[in-house]
């Protein structure tokens, strides 16, 4: 009898009772794929890797009480009933019953995801936990334009984009964004609420294209999914700012979100050819377009305007200048730009800054109408700019590439501005979410920046040419020949502070080296003519003999955990490597 | 007036009397020519219904009335009626009863209409027919239903109130009192009387007499003569057909009037049309738009509930996107952004390799396109998030240092060898073997240059060359202190020599025990393989074996010796007897090639044994099969040490593993440690400092600290010491073997190249 044999009838165990593939699944909720793939997707339920898999490798396994939970779940049954709903509409169309067909249109049965959310999300910071795919999407779709094949409809890429300014107003109102960076792919934003980091990633605000090899049904879900959770989300922070949610309650105003669509339609179409065309352009000019027509609407905004915001939505976030309790972060975030005032020049990346510069405490105005100040008000003291060279330059104010602005946000000083002005070509712009030591690379600006911000602190760096010397290699220690004790634990402590591993190695070697060579051994010489022969083969051989002798008395499982990890560590210098590699030769190619 | 009704009784007079007469007659001269054709049969029936009327008419009078009226009422049916005979009779009867009120409906009439009637009769009395016609169109307009009856007691039996002096109540619901009873002798006197007394019919529901008019009797007339009841209605229309035969239609068109139904409301609309009313009345059906709910609410409003989440399954959170670096930046500096040449490698590697993101520089923020895999990416991370399979692993991010066991320090454990103090330099090849003499003076070695050896140690001088005639493959010292006999195994001999140390005394000893002329006969199974013989050239013994010896083992009381030769069954391993000059082959079968063997250092008789694989522990003394046997899970031992409490056992392979073996605790390894990348030649222990060392064929002898402790819980303590180097390797073999020195801390090795190295502490 084969060892797997089970008699019939027999209840399965381990792993083929815990887990079961994908068709099992289907097969026993009864629905079909696209509809198992919705419900996975708004449950976020996800397959499992057993331990053992019963069925063969090529499968996707879930666990059984994950369909035991798809399967109790009534929206199951809803979409089930939107299904057939969906015959009986198509019935009528196809009896050429187009009165039925629209009167059964209109009372389609419809699901809300709310509970699921809760489900999901028992606490609110489980959402904002999870908060960075949805931003990171919604802010995608806000970009997309609406597409009847990809059934991509005007009003989801319209939701979108309110949900967006939205978060956006809620950030920078609450000064809790933290860094910001400009990609290739797009412009990623760091922000913090309510302790949790939320980055998510906005595209450049330019036309976006559809890819053919994308599905969108997927993509699709999973936005519905998302909208339901960042409108709730919003919700609830709006609520602790104590702002009425949804924003827009006026009807006249609601009225308008139609028109403002519109108006957007057409300024994209009328110019498509430009390279940066932010789409608060559109409600801002709208706004100034429907001046006649709400006054009553633009009184309400212009007399809550700060002077800074362009967008409705800030304003009434702002509005509401209820001081929270704020930690120190934000209080440095708020401070940033706070007696600067900003203007931006047409092709400025206008949306972003918009965003970025009031969180950090800036005044922005911008080109264009229904802007809180004119070009030519005195008070501006940066006029942020992009291209090769300015017209008209006022003499009381400095231009500067929009560069500077993410670059000082970032190092949380503002910082000086030479490089930045108008037709240099920048500094490099360096990410901010890199641990720069430990990733064991210094570029040279961040370096620059350090410094800078110590000098903002009233601190005194060491200038990098002092710290070489400490970084050298214990190898000239070593040349030294004989050292008194005194100066060992100095350079011990000095290597300490470098705390590069390879560096602590070295030490030890020495210290082994020097060790054996002050023992007075009869044979004295013979261990002086190593070292005279080569001391650095010594130390390596030294080196590789303590690594040889801890690793012998390893039990297996730590020695291959250690090899593996020491593997990663060289992988990761030899990017390292790489970079610096590159830098020395540009260097070289430069003299 | 009267005189027009007088007239029209005459007439009836006449008819009825014509009738009892020859009803037959009577209604051929009333039917119309055309209906002369009709059937005779016919004819008898309605005689027949006639008479029946009659008879009835005789018994009570408004018997008669009530079937003309009901007969009135549904004029049509008349025909069907008069064909069937039997079922007239019925007819009738039920007729009075259901038909109750439309002959009360006929008397109320009679005040007002029979009266229009009369004078409309009175006018146009020749043309009767028109008059009629008119007449018949009128009453069918006429709704009876109109004019409710005088009595309102419904349709209950009127013999209820056969004993009341009233029959019922009027519609205000005052009693109406029963009229008098007529004498009967009155009443007939009464219908004498009046000639129009044929003509009332008494209505007991009402209680009152109703008379007819001239036309109902007319009517009454017709249905019983059988025909339909109004003189208008033409049973023989000519046929009319209404489909268009003349046009060259495919199609049945008709043209025919549109029925009457079709401008008649339909009763099923109207009954919907109720229905409707009555759900709108009750609110079951809305006009206005149900108020939307708000769609979003403080969905997280305290945070205080628990965890709502599947509880026995773990919830792995999607991990998040990884956070871009400085390459990723659309400024980068510009040593992050790959050369030419190595973008030009990226494109030959194949697409799994090939970075996913190859940084590039803008020189401004407007310059930069939009990324064109956005939505790619995007569709990318969702596919992540619900088809893979979430896994939580452990990752450990340690410092890897920090794995390293904490070992004693090694200053702690001094004294060890660790530096080599003084090299032995005479062999011309590769140096074999060593041994140490007892006292710790003398070291001995033999080499591939065919020669024996002897030094002082502390010196490093050469006290003794022997040369010989084959490779010297092992060389072992007595290990008695006063016995300075040194065993050489070369090639298929073993030679005893006398290395002329110690004082005359001793020398005396050994010289005796050298002398083997008178030698003993060996057991023949023991000649065979080996043979006891003196050796003139160097003073010795020379026991010559059938095979190469490859490794001699004394015993610790030094009168035995065995040797090993490359040879399976019972005569891989000898052991010789100095004393006896014997030769013993071991009473056991051993399996397996023999490698090495040793004699236990303290227990008499146990005698280890190690083939390739396996170590067997045999006692001499039982002859029988091994008592212990050790699995070292090696692939091929090439040698062994024991320790000099006995109770631990090293053994070396060929794979670079060694072995610890705690005789007491287990038959597998306590511990294995994989120290040398090449074979290991030789594993030793020291005699008395907690020190054993192995030497390899890759030019190291690592030295290591091996503490055994009395306590039998306590584990033995394993600390590597030092990897001793300096050893040149020479045709790929490197220290091929190494000695403690039998008092201090310090190690022999050999090397191929010919030279023998101390390490001292």
Known sequence: ?591 | MTAKKSEAAAEEDKIIDTKRKSGSVKSQKQKPAAKEAKSVEKEVKSLKEEDLLLESGTDSEYDGDGDSLSLNSDDFDSDFYDSEDDGSQRETENGDEVHGHDGSDGNVDDDDESEQVDSENGEEDGSEEGFEQDEAVEESDSSEDEVAPRNTIGDVPIKWYDDEKHIGYDITGKKITKKEKQDKLDSFLATMDDSKNWRKIYDDYNDEEVELTKEESKLIRRMLKGEAPHADFDPYAPYVDWFDWKKESIHPLSGAPEPKRRFIPSKWEAKKVVKYVRAIRNGTIKFDKPEEEPNYYLLWGDDSASDLRGKNLNFVPPPKVKLPGHEESYNPSPEFIPTAEEKAAYELMYEEDRPKFIPKMYTSLRSIPAYENALKESFERCLDLYLCPRVRKKRINIDPESLKPKLPSRKDLRPYPNSCYLEYRGHTGPVTSLSTERSGQWIASGSMDKSVRIWEVETGRCLKVWEFDEVVTCVAWNPLSDFSILAVAMGRDLVLLNTELGTDEEQKKIEDLLNVKDLPELVPSVAKIVTWRQDEKHGGVKITHFKTITYIDWHSKGDYLSTVMASGETRGVVVHQLTKRDTQKLPLKIRGLPVRTLFHPTQRGIFLIATKKNIRVYDLRKREGPIKKLETGLREISSMAIHPGGDNLIVGSKEGKMCWFDLDLSSRPYKTLKNHPKDITNVAFHRSYPLFASCSEDSTAYVFHGKVFNDMNENPLIVPLEILRGHSSSKGQGVLDCKFHPRQPWLFTAGADSIIKLYCH
């Open chain 1, 1 to 591: 009898m084969p060892k797997h044999y089970r008699p019939a009838g027999k209840k399965k165990e381990g792993n083929a009772a815990r887990y079961m593939t994908r068709s099992q699944a289907l097969k026993s909720l009864q629905v079909n794929l696209n509809l198992f793939r919705r419900l996975c997707i708004v449950k976020g339920i996800f397959p499992r890797e057993p331990k053992k898999k019963v069925k063969g490798n090529h499968h996707t396994y879930y666990h059984v009480k994950d369909i035991a939970f798809l399967q109790h779940e009534p929206l199951l049954e809803k979409f089930r009933e939107i299904k057939t709903y969906q015959k009986k509409v198509l019935k009528a169309k196809s009896k050429k019953n187009e009165e039925l067909a629209r009167l059964l249109l209109t009372r389609q049965p419809t699901y809300k995801l709310d509970r699921l959310i809760r489900e999901r999300y028992p606490t609110f910071p489980d959402a904002l936990r999870d908060l960075d795919d949805c931003l990171t999407m919604v802010h995608l779709f806000a970009v997309l334009p609406a597409s009847d094949r990809e059934k991509l409809e005007v009003k989801r890429v319209h939701n979108c984009r309110r949900l967006s300014h939205e978060w956006q107003a809620y950030v920078s109102r609450t000064h809790s964004l933290r860094k910001v960076f400009v990609s290739v792919k797009g412009i990623y934003y760091q922000a913090e609420v309510e302790g949790q980091k939320i980055t998510w990633l906005t595209p450049h605000a330019i036309q976006q294209v559809f890819t053919n090899d994308v599905d969108f049904s997927v993509l699709l879900t999973f936005l519905e999914f998302y909208e339901t959770l960042l409108a709730f989300t919003n919700f609830k922070l709006y609520h602790s700012l104590n702002v009425k949610y949804p924003p827009i309650l006026d009807s006249r105003l609601e009225a308008l979100a139609a028109d403002l669509y519109a108006l957007s339609r057409y300024i994209d179409a009328s110019s498509r050819g430009m390279t940066v065309e932010p789409k608060v352009d559109s409600s801002s000019s709208s706004q100034s377009n429907d001046r006649e027509e709400s006054e009553l609407r633009l009184a309400q905004l212009q007399h809550q305007l700060p002077s800074s915001e362009p967008g409705a939505l800030m304003h009434l976030v702002a509005d509401n200048n209820e001081e929270v309790e704020e930690d120190e972060e934000t209080r440095a975030c708020k401070s940033l730009f706070k007696d600067l005032k900003f203007f931006l020049s047409r092709e400025v990346p206008r949306e972003s800054l918009l965003f970025v510069l009031p969180a950090f405490g800036g005044m922005v105005s911008w080109e264009g109408e229904g802007a809180p100040f004119k070009e030519d008000d005195e008070c501006i003291t940066h006029h942020i700019i992009d291209k090769p060279s300015a017209g008209h330059m006022y003499l009381s104010r400095e231009y500067v590439q929009p560069q500077w602005i993410y670059d000082s946000v970032n190092a949380r000083i503002i910082l000086p501005t030479e490089k930045y002005l108008v037709g240099r070509i920048p500094p490099p712009h360096l990410s901010p979410f890199v641990d720069n030591e430990a990733e064991g690379y210094v570029p040279d600006y961040a370096e620059t920046i350090k410094r800078l911000q110590a000098a903002a602190r009233n601190e005194v760096l060491p200038l990098p040419g002092v710290g070489a010397g400490d970084l050298e290699d214990p190898q000239n220690l070593l040349y030294a020949g004989v050292m008194s004790r005194t100066e060992e634990a100095e350079a011990a402590r000095n290597k300490k502070k470098m705390a590069t591993l390879e560096k602590q190695y070295h030490e030890e070697l020495k210290m082994e080296i020097t060790g054996t060579s002050a023992d007075d051994l009869p044979v004295e010489e013979e261990g002086e003519e190593g070292e005279e022969e080569d001391p650095e083969a010594a130390i390596k051989q030294v080196a590789n003999d303590e690594d040889t002798r801890s690793k012998l008395s390893m039990s297996n499982k730590k020695r291959k955990l250690y090899e593996a990890m020491k593997m990663g560590l060289e992988k990761k210098n030899e990017g390292v490597k790489l970079i610096e590699e590159r830098k020395r030769k540009l260097k070289k190619a430069q003299q």
